[in-house]
């Protein structure tokens, strides 16, 4: 089956660093891909629609300068948390549409766990 | 919202009973979508029904669609303590863009 890929699975930083966080699709072309956020115990929270090629969607309640999305390929997205701060501190899901198939076709990657100290 | 809702928010059952949950919604929907999350990993999908299907089975699982009363259903025969996990639904409207529900906490006693 197709396969996203999150790259770091986890990461540590310090207050007011900034942390890139990349989603991959490995087999397929995904000119959508989206990202979450959730928080311990609770559900996932879509943060922002990434369009290949196009300025990404945000949720409302997102802040677009502190959650920079950039879709550049079919195959890539990166999510970079500007500024890190301790709430910030989450896990990260992306997941990608397949771009040759239904529109309910969309795979996650396995996440990313951000520490902020 | 179009947010699906889970019910119950936790389960304790022992292993060889059967586990329902229960997931509500408020507007109509293309598809619903059952996920499996183990603590502190990522989503492993489950089944997908789609607006004009009542049920699916997979395995040990079968999922209802009641559009009517905006309800869908998850049942595990005969679960394991394998399936100890949280289980999400997540519909999907005209964006197809899922949107998920806050979760059942599931714990299966061996």
């Known amino acids: 089956g197709a396969v996203v890929s999150q790259h770091p699975s986890w990461v540590i930083c310090k207050s007011g660093t900034s942390v890139k966080i990349e989603c991959r699709s490995l087999?397929?072309?995904?000119?959508?891909m989206f990202w979450y956020r959730q928080f311990p115990k609770q559900s996932l929270m879509l943060m922002a629609t990434?369009?290949?090629?196009?300025?990404?969607?945000?949720e409302q309640g997102v802040e677009k300068d502190k959650f920079l999305i950039n879709h550049a390929s079919l195959t890539l997205s990166t999510l970079t948390v500007t500024s890190a701060h301790p709430e910030d501190s989450s896990f990260y899901i992306c997941?990608?549409?397949?771009?040759?198939?239904?529109?309910?076709?969309?795979?996650f990657g396995p996440g990313t766990r951000l520490t902020v100290l | 919202s179009q947010q699906g809702e889970e019910d119950p928010q936790a389960l304790s059952i022992q292993e060889g009973e059967n586990a329902t949950m229960n997931c509500s919604y408020k507007t109509s929907i293309n598809n619903l979508q059952w996920y499996r999350q183990n603590s502190g990993r990522g989503l492993v999908h489950l089944i997908l029904?789609?607006?004009?299907?009542r049920e699916k089975h997979s395995g040990r699982l079968r999922v209802t669609l009641d559009t009517s009363k905006k309800s869908s259903s998850l049942l595990i025969t005969a679960s394991r303590a394998a399936d100890t996990a949280s289980y999400f639904c997540a519909v999907s409207g005209g964006s197809y863009i899922p949107t998920f529900g806050r979760g059942t906490s599931l714990i299966v006693h061996p």
């Open positions: 087999d397929f072309q995904a000119t959508t």
């Open positions: 029904i789609r607006s004009n299907e």
């Open positions: 990434s369009n290949e090629g196009s300025k990404a969607t945000y």
């Open positions: 997941s990608a549409r397949d771009h040759s198939s239904t529109l309910d076709t969309q795979y």
